[in-house]
């Protein structure tokens, strides 16, 4: 509908209220209060297996297999997990927590990595005793740390290595994961005439009995939107590769390219076709594994939110509306500053990445003039924008309910409870039902936690 970015469940009903998989959000808003994150399964599942076929079929034409790992911190629930498990797709963990909800889940351990660039000790033991699948080492110190714990615990940890490529990609710097000055993964850069910091990790791993090599770990950045980046990363990776294949004789077997894969906030926006870019990204490996005279290692990927981003929107119930005399550049001009239930603390990601949205006023129609419209919070901060910018029916009011479209990434899972606000409930309509996925937090939750 209207081309704006909505999941592909959502229409307008003959109420003129928007309906997600033929639920009225009207009634969602009814039996389970405002603000809330909706989910439409049907399209989780299907671009799950949009993901997972286009890369499939892309990978097998050049002769190569691949995983397609969902990463769980864009949003994971037990259900959320379950859904992709049952869409063919593995789970990518970044942390104990995360890795709790898979298993609880019931996705096998074998099926599931664990990521992140200061692993504790507990989570170390807890992914060894589940037997992951593997754990991606991003530091000598923790390669080190890894091997003692395995040995500890009579076990050979199976591991890949984050390694940073360089390409700068992504949306903004705070999502960008491949330049040199950051904190994640081991640089391949030799300018300094020395063996590259990826290339020590990689052979203190071989070093180690207790450690296994899978392969090489690579991710760029999120939201990205031109997909030469990830063609450029693999090619820095291929070539690690075969450099590591020169120097210890062994070639690993399987290379990730992480997640990242850009979709669409805004009416207009065009999302990375998972087609398109699966069948550019296992042409141009195929192509550097040729020139290089190497086989095809086995290729992963961890797409987040790809799949589940705009399977997401937020629910919000209008409060205070009041416009306000902005001075422009050409002069003056009215914002009209909307304010809703919810706000940074359900969304952070305008107010951390200044990331665009859009939303529109979902409960009914209107014939009213659209107006220049700022959707803000009810936070105590003047940063607490839901939307930038927008235009909604001029007669927008307390009581009209509000939907923000795409949020089903890095909504709820960097939700926090700025001002001791509750947070929202997960909602999952499917074929015309909604059921709770996560419940509402409640203030007892909140004033359980304090002890006094
Ligand atoms: C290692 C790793 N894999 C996968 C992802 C998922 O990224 P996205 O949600 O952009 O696909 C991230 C987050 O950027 C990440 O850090
Ligand atoms: N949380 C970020 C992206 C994920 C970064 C993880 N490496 C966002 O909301 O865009």
């Not at 980046?229 to 070539?239: D, I, N, W, Y």
């Not at 979902?362 to 940063?383: F, I, Q």
Request: some cysteine; proline content about 4%; glycine content about 12%.
């Amino acid at each position: 509908m209207t081309g704006a970015p909505w999941s592909s469940g959502v229409e307008r009903g003959a109420a003129g209220a928007l309906t997600v998989a033929g639920v009225d959000v009207r009634d969602l808003a009814a039996e389970h209060g405002t603000p809330a994150y909706v989910l439409d399964e049907a399209d989780f599942r299907r671009r799950a297996r949009a993901y997972r076929t286009a890369f499939e079929a892309a990978f097998g034409a050049v002769g190569t297999g691949v995983d397609v790992y969902y990463a769980g911190k864009a949003l994971l629930t037990v259900a959320v997990a379950r859904w992709a498990r049952e869409e063919g797709l593995r789970v990518d963990t970044a942390s104990g927590g995360e890795l709790a909800v898979a298993l609880r889940a019931q996705v096998p351990g074998a099926e599931i990595g664990l990521h992140g660039n200061n692993k504790s000790d507990a989570e170390i033991l807890r992914a060894l005793d589940a037997g992951v699948g593997r754990i991606i080492v991003d530091s000598l110190v923790e390669i080190e740390r890894v091997a003692q714990l395995a040995a500890g615990r009579g076990v050979v940890a199976p591991v890949m290595v984050r390694v940073t490529t360089g390409v700068h990609a992504g949306g903004h710097e705070y999502i960008a994961t491949a330049h040199e000055d950051q904190k994640f993964g081991l640089s391949v850069n030799t300018s300094s005439g020395e063996t590259s910091p990826a290339m020590t990790a990689l052979l203190a791993v071989l070093e180690r009995p207790e450690l296994r090599l899978l392969g090489i770990h690579s991710h760029i950045g999120s939201q990205i939107l031109d997909p030469d980046g990830f063609e450029a990363a693999a090619s820095v990776v291929l070539r690690l590769r075969a450099d590591l294949a020169e120097r210890s004789g062994v070639l690993v077997d399987e290379v990730d390219l992480g997640g990242g894969y850009g979709i669409a906030y805004l009416p207009g926006d065009v999302a990375l076709d998972p087609e398109r870019v699966a069948k550019d990204i296992a042409q141009s490996v195929a192509g550097v594994c040729q020139e290089l005279g190497t086989s095809l290692p086995r290729f992963s990927i961890e797409p987040g939110r790809a799949i589940v981003g705009p399977a997401g929107l937020t629910l919000y119930t209008v409060g205070t509306v009041k416009p306000v005399t902005v001075a422009g550049e050409s002069g003056d001009f009215v914002r009209l500053y909307v304010s809703v239930d919810g706000g940074m603390s359900d969304n952070i990601r305008p107010a951390l990445y200044g990331a665009a949205y859009h939303a529109e006023v979902v409960g009914r129609t209107s014939a009213a003039e659209p107006v220049l419209a700022r959707v803000v919070g009810k936070h105590c901060e003047s940063g607490d924008i839901v939307v930038h910018e927008v235009q909604l029916p001029g007669d927008v009011r307390a009581g009209d309910l509000l939907a923000v479209a795409a949020t089903g990434a890095y909504g709820r899972s960097m939700a926090s409870n700025y001002n001791m606000l509750p947070r929202p409930p997960v909602l999952a309509v499917t074929d015309g039902a909604a059921r709770v996925l996560v419940r509402r937090e409640t203030e007892d939750d909140l004033l359980g936690l304090d002890q006094g």
